[in-house]
């Protein structure tokens, strides 16, 4: 086991867009094995390396019977269905909100092996893929909740007995609901 620990909220590096993956290497696929092992071992649906203190293009999932990673992934929606579900974050511990998403999209990446994958989800998964992608933006679901929500969350973070009292920043995602990134 590789676990490691998993920054939270008020942490910079979760504000702090990632870099792509340039070498498909053996620190890469280590990488792979500490998001896998720790997103396992805390029961979690997806871990992006921001929330390991790496700022890389990489997450690994594992919901809805889908398991794997991506690396440099982009989503887009398939249509133009959305859900409103609950929503968490382990860098978030303990708290959960309904958030807006695409209902269906088509994750494209790359393995650690450098070889190209595709990735359909819907529900559960199209919301994992779409969080960790946010994930690899600096941008945190609290982003996305409604301006009441958003509030009252933010409330929440700021009484969370493991909040540290670092500087709550609100970021706009460069990947709108519909039409993310190809
Ligand atoms: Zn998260």
Same mark, same amino acid.
């Given at each position: 086991?590789? !676990?490691?620990?998993?920054?939270?909220f008020g942490d910079p590096v979760l504000r702090t867009p990632a870099v $792509?993956?340039?070498?498909?290497?053996?620190? *890469?696929?280590?990488?792979?094995?500490?998001?896998?092992?720790?997103?396992?071992?805390?029961?979690?649906?997806?871990?992006?390396?921001?929330? *390991?203190? !790496?700022?890389?293009?990489?997450?690994?999932?594992?919901?809805?019977?889908?398991?794997?990673?991506?690396?440099?992934?982009?989503?887009?929606?398939?249509?133009?269905?959305?859900? *409103?579900?609950?929503?968490?974050? *382990?860098?978030?511990?303990?708290?959960?909100?309904?958030? !807006?998403?695409?209902?269906?999209?088509?994750?494209?990446?790359?393995?650690?092996?450098?070889?190209?994958?595709?990735?359909?989800?819907?529900d559960l998964l199209a919301r994992c893929l779409q969080h960790e992608t946010d994930h690899l933006d600096g941008v945190l679901f609290v982003d996305r909740?409604?301006?009441?929500?958003?509030?009252?969350?933010?409330?929440?973070?700021?009484?969370? $007995?493991?909040?540290?009292?670092?500087?709550? !920043?609100?970021?706009?995602?460069?990947?709108?609901?519909?039409?993310?990134?190809?």
């Amino acid at each position: 086991m590789t !676990v490691q620990p998993i920054r939270l909220f008020g942490d910079p590096v979760l504000r702090t867009p990632a870099v $792509e993956v340039a070498d498909f290497d053996k620190e *890469l696929h280590k990488l792979v094995k500490d998001l896998w092992d720790t997103m396992e071992s805390q029961g979690g649906a997806g871990l992006a390396a921001p929330q *390991l203190g !790496v700022g890389l293009r990489v997450f690994t999932y594992h919901c809805d019977g889908a398991s794997g990673h991506l690396v440099n992934p982009t989503w887009v929606a398939t249509d133009e269905d959305t859900q *409103l579900g609950e929503e968490g974050c *382990l860098s978030i511990p303990g708290l959960y909100w309904d958030c !807006v998403r695409a209902k269906n999209v088509v994750a494209r990446g790359w393995n650690m092996h450098g070889e190209p994958v595709q990735l359909e989800g819907s529900d559960l998964l199209a919301r994992c893929l779409q969080h960790e992608t946010d994930h690899l933006d600096g941008v945190l679901f609290v982003d996305r909740l409604d301006a009441d929500t958003r509030k009252a969350a933010m409330k929440e973070i700021r009484q969370a $007995e493991w909040f540290d009292g670092g500087t709550p !920043v609100i970021k706009q995602s460069p990947h709108p609901l519909f039409g993310g990134a190809v």
